[in-house]
């Protein structure tokens, strides 16, 4: 039986890449997925940039000024249900492209942050202090699979002394924010978020898009995972070959928040020791 068109049918339920050569061709890079997704996978613009003529992503809104500053990305445009306003030969889906080029874990494991904020962005504010250390935390997740959201309220056992929390949290709000103690520096400008972040410390997360863009910036970032986690983090140990920022905190039981967020706290009390200890030594 023959396939379909391509291009037919919701744009979610569309045929793209079908191993078709990108070697020397112009690619256009769709992004269907979440924002966490374009985050992760756009590391692999690079390597598919040296084997092809001109790469263009098409994105979403959200993230082209991200997107934009990308190696290996020549442009991006703006994601929306009609066809995209660009020549191409070839289309691929993000996520199909580590199969397309082959990539190893040479493409996957990067040492370095892929992702920068310009300096013409706003301002990062000093949430640091000597003596404080700034955690930006996020609690809550989009509408698909709820189970990796936690209940805010657990986060009150982080009011340790010498940390000073943030909330990240979207559409949050400051009352929700305040509940926990936290003062609230959410924003939905994702270039705005990424320039906030850089002022933390530290960022606690759930699994969600504030995780990638924080590892993806190189901030160290704790992700705390549900029991039956998404398939991109490993099935054991606290490290992700994604993220070399990032540390993983598991939850061992499904629905059981308390112990992850008791393993947090001593986690933190132990960060906020060592950085006691070092300021001591350098007096």
């Known amino acids: 039986m023959s396939n379909p068109p391509k291009h037919e049918g919701p744009r979610h339920l569309q045929r793209i890449w079908r191993g078709e050569e990108i070697r020397d061709q112009r690619v256009l890079v769709r992004c269907y997925h979440g924002l966490g997704d374009t985050i992760q996978f756009i590391r692999f613009m690079t390597p598919l940039r040296k084997i092809a003529r001109v ?29 995209p306003e660009v020549d191409f030969d070839v289309d691929i889906e993000i996520m199909e492209v580590p199969h397309a080029i082959r990539a190893g874990l040479r ?54 002394e010498g940390a000073q929390l943030y909330s990240l949290q979207r559409g949050a709000g400051s009352a929700a924010a305040s509940k926990i103690g936290a003062i609230d520096i959410s924003t939905p400008d994702i270039m705005s978020l990424a320039r906030r972040m850089q002022g933390l410390d530290l960022v606690l997360s759930v699994d969600t898009m504030v995780a990638h863009l924080a590892g993806s910036l190189g901030i160290e970032t704790w992700i705390m995972l549900h029991s039956d986690c998404d398939w991109r983090w490993p099935a054991v140990g606290d490290r992700s070959m994604w993220y070399a920022s990032a540390r993983l905190f598991r939850q061992r039981t499904a629905g059981d928040w308390t112990p992850v967020v008791r393993a947090i706290g001593s986690a933190l009390r132990e960060r906020l020791h060592r950085s006691e200890a070092s300021r001591a030594i350098r007096r």
């Open 55 to 83: 790469v263009t992503v098409w994105c979403q809104p959200e993230l082209l000024s991200l997107v934009n500053r990308v190696e290996g990305v020549d442009r991006a445009i703006p994601l929306h249900d009609g066809a």
């Open 107 to 160: 493409e996957v494991e990067l040492k370095n942050p892929f992702l920068d904020v310009p300096a013409t962005c706003d301002a990062a504010p000093v949430l640091s202090t000597p003596g404080r250390l700034a955690l930006g935390m996020v609690w809550e997740v989009g509408d698909w699979d709820r189970r990796r959201s936690i209940p805010p309220t657990l986060f009150r056992n982080l009011l340790v």
